[in-house]
């Protein structure tokens, strides 16, 4: 019997670690497909086109909506992301895990289409914490840093909304609590009760 893959919904606040995190799921589990989402936002220094996203200009996105080809869409810092729903149907329907990292508007849509879905959010030790890594990375202009805390003081009231949360204080404990709760969505009594149906 075919079993059809898990969607893995993930949320976290902008430098709480996804990044770091997915990395160490996938080369611990590559067999789970990375839905890798198209965006209008340039890459930032080494990220490759077609393995952290697709970049595509704003046209070619609205042509896509157009389409109707997206799980879900939205704005975020000005910059639009998407997800494409024919490649996320068919790997569930192979039997294929889906890990989609996505933001709070995002995952709201597509939990509402796909309400199987298990969504998980990553979240910092403590808001001075996300602070300090946000000024750690050395990437960012100090009003760009202040813009993507607010962000994240208004995705917290989202979070209620989410099956779990990870606590990224060590990414080793957090890619535990990752497996972890990936191993309990697979012994729901949903997924196996054909076990021992009609014994």
Do not use: W
């Not at 996804?18 to 220094?45: C, D, G, H, M, W």
């Not at 750690?136 to 805390?149: F, M, Y």
């Amino acid at each position: 019997m075919n079993k059809k893959g898990t969607l893995i919904v993930l949320s976290g606040f902008s430098g709480v670690g996804k990044n770091t995190i997915i990395t160490q799921v996938l080369a611990q589990r590559p067999e789970i497909y990375y839905s890798v989402s198209f965006t209008t936002r340039a890459p930032r220094e080494g990220e490759v086109d077609g393995v952290n996203y697709n970049f595509v200009t704003r046209e070619d996105f609205q042509r896509r909506i157009d389409r109707g080809e997206f799980l879900e869409y939205a704005e975020y810092n000005g910059n639009f992301y998407g997800t494409s729903l024919a490649v996320i149907r068919q790997k569930l329907d192979q039997g294929t895990d889906v890990l989609l990292e996505i933001e709070v508007q995002g995952a709201a849509k597509v939990l509402e289409k796909m309400p199987e879905a298990v969504s998980l959010f990553i979240v910092p030790p403590s808001f001075e914490e996300l602070s300090r890594r946000l000024h750690a990375r050395g990437t960012d202009s100090e009003e760009t840093i202040q813009k993507r805390l607010a962000i994240a003081r208004v995705e917290a009231r989202e979070v209620k909304n989410y099956d779990y949360i990870i606590v990224n204080d060590t990414v080793e404990g957090a890619v535990e609590e990752f497996f972890a709760i990936l191993t309990a969505e697979r012994c729901r009594k949903d997924r196996r009760i054909h076990l021992v149906e009609g014994v």
